[in-house]
């Protein structure tokens, strides 16, 4: 098994530009106000981590992503099945999904506001509402590319349409459905610490917003970094667990490569 291989490019200049941040707001007042040295947001995040403050407002916003991810994921994930499945109901839903999902997710807060309040259920409803769309799209996408052959031969052992669905549609569909759930993953993070600023009392992006209105630029980036920090683990365990769980796609795929 190859080892992966660390990005000393992509590392040095990424080291680069950090050193050219630190030089420049260092070398200008005026622009230290705006982009305080990263050394200095460093130190300020470091006094942060171990503030009861900042953990509370982290683990806010990882529950409300954890919440909106998962709930987004089994509905898009179900219907998607069931739609891709079935041509008649996907004909039947076909022109509401083609009006809903090019509209920005932000623009439904206002609706959500109005149904659900603003507490953790309009933040959750709205992140589900924008993760849904790459989820169930690519469910469909991924259920209408099964090899026919796969679903024939089901039914000739005597698979009935639900068994169909559950044993051979789901995990055929699986690396599309994959690809969505990847997709989906920043969008909930954003769409979580935007609702969070819009109308949230806790949470990293309430903290930001408040960081900034209170004229402290430090901590308000620090916060920023959590967030970029948070995004970034998600990402790499998502990426770990889809290596693992669709494994013997890949496989498949090298294989059949000419």
Request: net charge positive; charged share 15%.
């Amino acid at each position: 098994m190859k080892s992966k291989r660390v990005n000393l490019a992509g590392l040095a200049v990424f080291a680069a530009l950090l050193l050219l941040w630190e030089l420049s707001s260092r070398s200008s007042p005026d622009l230290k106000s705006y982009f305080p040295p990263p050394s200095e947001v460093l130190s300020v995040l470091f006094r942060l981590a171990f503030a009861r403050e900042l953990f509370g407002h982290f683990v806010d916003t990882l529950a409300r992503f954890l919440g909106g991810y998962f709930l987004a994921a089994t509905i898009a994930i179900s219907l998607g099945v069931v739609l891709g499945y079935s041509r008649f109901a996907h004909s039947l839903f076909d022109p509401l999904i083609e009006l809903l999902r090019p509209m920005p997710s932000v623009a439904i807060i206002p609706v959500a506001i109005l149904l659900l309040g603003i507490d953790d259920a309009m933040m959750i409803g709205v992140t589900v509402y924008a993760c849904a769309w790459p989820i169930l799209l690519n469910t469909i996408d991924g259920v209408r590319s099964i090899d026919r052959t796969l679903i024939d031969t089901g039914r000739t052992f005597g698979l009935g349409r639900w068994r169909i669905l559950r044993e051979i549609a789901l995990p055929a569909a699986s690396p599309y459905i994959a690809t969505g759930l990847r997709v989906s993953l920043p969008i909930a993070l954003i769409l979580v610490t935007t609702s969070e600023m819009v109308v949230g009392s806790s949470g990293l992006g309430y903290f930001i917003l408040d960081e900034e209105r209170s004229f402290r630029t430090k901590e308000m980036y620090a916060g920023i970094v959590v967030v970029a920090l948070l995004g970034y683990v998600l990402n790499r365990l998502f990426v770990a667990l889809e290596n693992r769980a669709i494994a013997w796609h890949r496989g498949s795929t090298i294989q059949g490569m000419p």
